[in-house]
């Protein structure tokens, strides 16, 4: 019993970053209908602004994460304006794009910070908490703490703000939106910049928990896709609950198939999504390809 | 016009190697003038580039050592560097691309999945290949071309049993490998040694080369309470496995090999929460003998960071080479292989004297973290 509940404990924490690299695959995916491939370089790029404000200026934890999501947010600007005048007529040169985004994030990485990555100490040193023989790190409540909070956030302003509502109705019907009045560029642009702050959400409270290198954010990045995905990609109450599915399926797998835990996880996630193809929630209303 | 000569000259050796078919006798590749082509194939990007800018780092050193006493037979060395990025099928591609640039020898890589894989083409391109490896695998190879510029696990692993059982009387002892080429290695070796001496581990658990969230392995190993926890598994990897560890509330002591000693293992797990783990390891310091210190001095000096394990193996392996080089008359292929062989040296990790198997360093000792920095154990 102890290891299970153990087990969910060491998922969720993890499974929460996932949720938030969801989610910002998912915000680009329902306003303009396309997968932000370089989404996981993103979150290396957010990793490594936090990292590198908390360790080396010296920043309290809190302001380097703010430092990292404003400049992050600024890529995800220049991002979507590259690729605007591909807006409505080619999505596979988009989609390229994104990728080709990807390997230069990547090598601007490499270039700046060097290959070998960094360990960035846990801004809480408090010792982790006694439930009943349960550890729970303080840290990994921050971290729920956080992404409740980011979740909470975007969902009112998607849902409470004109802004938000214009993002909505372009997510719903494009043309119909540019009919009415709303700028569609403008709301991909703060797709963009939303979806790569939420990487670099992701990626600055990850630090602590793993290792910084120029390999974090592709594992993240696959790990936060499956998890849209599972989610129903596009929605976002499916990619909080598609990000700690896979967080604790990963951890109970480890504990059950050891080496072959990769493997399992995908399988399952496999049978999942032969059952439901559009995930959890189901909504993948977007298509526009 | 002497320059335009040997520019000429450079070029035809290129095209000579370049039109050579694949696979054949790069014998032509070692022709008598230009620069001596070394590379070195290792991971500069991803989580195993810490090693490979060590490896980069030794290697360097010894280079520019010998090129700044003239080379070899008065022929500069030209060490030049090839990111496989720690993945096998990388390697492969790069091991065709440096037999078809006619370099006659490699050093690297690091990680012995990726040495495994290069390894077949490397002996069909008769290139020598002294690898940083350690994995049992590297030696399964049977390749007369590649050589090991340090022990294999299973000394490794027999030291530290031999440390943990036989002098410290420790029988509680529980495996966390990761099912890589080096994990694998470790795990073989090291259930192999205690089962040697009548001893079963506690639990036996592995987990993947790239696992992030070992709390399932981890809470099963507290409730069996070992003394000593073994750890299969590269810098990174290993230093989350012993800060979640600490996290979890497990005290047991860590133990390992060469990557359970290096400093990005210990700033990964955190100085507090590495203390007192046991590491086996040919190269404890830089304060052993007068020749450590005086590599020591000339690493701090040319790349301003302490030297450490990987360094020294990499210098010690360019050192054989580059001696083999000298002592063969810059032949290339088989030659060189035998060259390499026959060659004794007296290095930063001992007397390297190779057998067949491409295994020249048959002992380690064991060390101990403290205060952030690894020391010879007291015994």
Redesign the interface.
Known sequence: MQVFLQTIVGGVSLGAVYALVALGFSLVYRTMGLVNFAHGNVVTVGAYLASTFYLSTKLPFALAMVVAIVVTGAIGLVIERVLRPLENKDFDLMLIGTIGFGIVLDALIIMIWGATGRAVPSPVQTAPIDLFGLRIRTYDLVVLAIAALATVLLVLFLSRTKRGAAMQAVAMDHEAATAVGIHVGRSNAIAFMIGAGLAALAGGLVGPLLYVSPALGGALGIKGFAAAILGGFGSIPGAILGGLAIGILDSFTAGHFQGYSELVTFLVFTVIIMVRPTGIFGERTVNRA | MVRMRATLAVLAVVLAAGCSAPGSDSEDAGSDSGPIKIAVVD?????L??L??WELKGARLAVDEWNAQGGVNGRQIQLDVFDDQGDPTIGTNLARKIDSEGYIAMIGTAESAVTIAMAPLLKQAEIPNITSGQSPGLVATKSEFLFLNGPTSTTYDETLAKHIVDQEGIKSIAMIT??GGYGKGEHDAFLKALRSRGVTPLAD????A????????L??IR?KNPKVIFLGAEE?ES??IVK?AR???ITATFAGAAPQGTP?FI??A?AKNAEGAIVSSPYLSNDIDEASKKFAAAYKAKFNEEAELHGAKAYDGTQILLTALKTSNVASGKQLADAIRATKHDGLLGDFAFDETGVGIFETSIGVIKGGKLVAAES
């Open positions: 991971a500069q990007s991803g989580q580039s810490s490979g800018a990761n099912n658990q592995v987990v993947t790239d696992q992030k969230d070992f709390s399932a392995v809470t099963s409730q990174v230093g989350l979640q996290d979890l509330g990005v700033d990964t955190g």
